[in-house]
């Protein structure tokens, strides 16, 4: 056996145990939202869903959300095409005619702080349109949101995949949050210790006010973790759970949408440093693809780090409540994951992303 293979086993198998000791971390410690009555005398909720071109998601998922009985439930139509507005408003939401988008503002930051301006709760509670909400999800949110003492809760629902292209990217939201960030590193103060999840994202209004609200993120792609981490330099408390039967999600309909949605968020995620999306995709080839490319008889140890790259989804799945039988088998793309990938880095490394019918500068 070569010293350069003993250093790649090494640094693989290193990479893996940390994933690994995240993933056992958050298992014993990430909050999952359970069903729950809301509580007589609780605080006024405002459920705020900016929707662009949303006429296909919300017949699904506007009436589980109305039957959470909040305060109030507002949509802002941000320039749909396709019916939106009529349609939230004959489910019965207020719906808010978006204004049109001011210099040096991004869409998603843009409408939300509209929400918020328009909203009268006392609790702003921002979803969105794709976001399943089942019954008790609401108390689930606004208990955890009181337990946790937090001034912003962000919430991960559960993925619904039901076509395999959606299978092939889409659930690695999960893995990337549990086997990167240890949930208990977000009670460290420092602003890089923090993730959240645009998909919900709950604030006791004083806290969002004090910020700012969204206008401390308006020209970010991924305003989500962007807002999670400034507020965590404000000195605000960031929390975050799993959504498990409470919430649901079907974020994109097939790989050519998960490319598009992820290429626009890969770019922020690096940084915007194309050297370090180069390095992470070669990095990603040789954990999960390189092993299998290389004879295992002749390489010992390579049969452990084949196993570990199939072994992650399964585990990440199990985590989240994802254990139909497809879910479980999604583990055997590990090997063909970078693969797939490749797409998504490709585009996020243009000067110029696409996102809703818009264009951003990276």
């Known amino acids: 056996m070569s010293r350069p293979f003993r250093a790649y086993r090494l640094a693989v198998g290193a990479f893996f145990a940390v994933k690994g000791a995240t993933l056992l971390v958050n298992a014993l410690t990430f909050p999952r939202l359970r069903p729950r009555a809301i509580l007589p005398g609780g605080p006024r909720v405002s459920l705020l869903v900016p929707a662009r071109n949303e006429a296909h998601n919300l017949p699904h998922t506007l009436p589980g959300l109305i039957a959470q009985g909040a305060h ?81 809760l962000s919430v991960y629902p559960r993925q619904h995949n039901v076509t395999p292209g959606e299978r092939l990217l889409t659930p690695l939201v999960d893995a990337v949050l549990l086997t990167f960030l240890p949930e208990p590193l977000l009670r460290f103060p420092h602003p890089s210790a923090a993730a959240a999840n645009g998909q919900l994202m709950a604030f006791p209004r004083k806290s969002y006010e004090r910020v700012g609200g969204h206008a401390l993120v308006r020209a970010e792609l991924l305003e989500d973790v962007a807002l999670g981490s400034r507020l965590k330099a404000w000195g605000g408390r960031l929390a975050l759970a799993l959504g498990e039967e409470c919430l649901g999600v079907r974020m994109y309909r097939g790989y050519a949408e998960s490319v598009e949605g992820f290429g626009k968020s890969a770019g922020s995620v690096h940084r915007g440093s194309r050297g370090l999306m180069a390095a992470s995709l070669g990095w990603h080839l040789a954990v999960y693809t390189l092993p299998w490319l290389l004879p295992a008889r002749r390489l010992p140890g390579l049969a452990a780090l084949r196993a570990a790259g199939l072994l992650e989804r399964t585990l990440v799945n199990l985590l989240t409540g994802r254990r139909a039988p497809a879910d479980l088998t999604e583990g055997l793309l590990g090997p063909v994951t970078p693969l797939l990938a490749l797409p998504v880095y490709l585009r996020a490394m243009r000067r110029r992303v696409s996102w809703k019918g818009r264009e951003y500068d990276q």
């Open 72 to 152: 109030e439930v507002l949509v802002l139509d941000d320039h749909s095409e396709d019916g939106t507005a009529r349609i939230a408003r004959d489910l019965g939401a207020r719906v808010i005619p978006g204004q049109s988008l001011p210099p040096g503002w991004h869409g998603k930051p843009w409408a939300c702080q509209q929400l918020a301006a328009a909203a009268t709760g006392d609790v702003l509670i921002f979803t969105d349109a794709d976001v399943m909400w089942h019954a008790g999800a609401l108390g689930a949110v606004l208990h955890e949101l009181e337990r946790s003492g937090a001034d912003l």
